[in-house]
């Protein structure tokens, strides 16, 4: 595998975003591919899901983010595409916080390739329902506001009366009392507004995203040429420090090529694994 001058030099590639995504990706696309990003409008990329749940998301993230990019191409005539798409969940460690995941899917017809780069890392996404503007005014600090937007709606997440993207304090609190005026249990539900213009930590991973991507379109692969060899999968098997039993660590990863599949198998540096992540010495 190599890594040197862009195939993608001079290119254009379609970026349908109506939330101001251009701002972090179109610079690291240039930097590291000498690649323009064209921002594609003229469709309302809400209709495909909403974090607000008025409109679910069909399919997975990589499927929606694949749907924005094509939908991209389309509108622009480009046979270069790339869209991103976020979800946040519990973390994986200890599934007590909030965490984002962005990928951003890279398509090209031209060669037949897609390509995704990743992103994750904590998130800037909580919420409460409260009665008291006391509570709303700590939550929204807590929250990064008016930096990191916000959303309110009366007595509950579903309630589809909703306001969106407020970014003032004068605007919260002109808020908060019309909330509560309309809500039948007394209460304001309160959360922070994750699309991506209107909160910049999950704009940071989206950017970050974007060098993940960048990387593996800038990693050749030796026999084909084509962008996109990257690591694919790791082949766990390292034996305990201890007893030498194999354990689920991997010992070896498979980088492979996105086009013509050619894999190669790289070992790791480490000899053993730590006895502590053996099933056999600590079942």
Known sequence: ??????????????????????RVIAPVLDIALACRVERVSGFDTDTLGTFTREIPRPGTQL??????????????????????????????????????????????DTLGIEVVGVASGPASFSHRLTAKWED??????????????????????????????????????????????????????????????????????????????????????????????QLAEHIPGLPCEYCGTPTQEARADIHRCVRCHHQVTAERPEKVAQAGRCDFCNP
Not at 8 to 14: F, H, R
């Open 63 to 108: 499927e929606a983010a694949r749907k924005k990019a094509r939908i991209g191409m389309e509108l622009s005539g480009l046979p270069l595409g790339l869209a991103s798409e976020g979800s946040f969940g519990p973390d994986p460690f200890t599934g007590m916080f909030s965490w984002n995941m962005e990928m951003i899917v890279w398509i090209d």
């Open 136 to 229: 709303a005014e700590e939550f929204a600090r807590q929250a990064g506001f008016p930096e990191h937007r916000l959303v309110v709606r009366p007595q509950g997440e579903e309630d589809p009366r909703i306001r969106k993207g407020i970014s003032a304090w004068a605007e919260l609190e002109a808020v908060f009392p019309w909330a509560l005026a309309e809500s039948t249990n007394g209460q304001v539900f309160i959360e922070t507004d994750v699309r991506a213009d209107a909160n910049p930590a999950r704009m940071e991973k989206i950017g970050q995203a974007a060098r993940d991507l960048t990387r593996k379109l800038c990693t050749l692969c030796p026999i084909c040429n084509a962008p996109g060899f």
């Open 1 to 22: 595998m190599s890594s040197g001058k862009s195939v993608y030099n001079g290119s254009t590639a379609a970026l349908l975003t109506q939330h101001g995504k251009e």
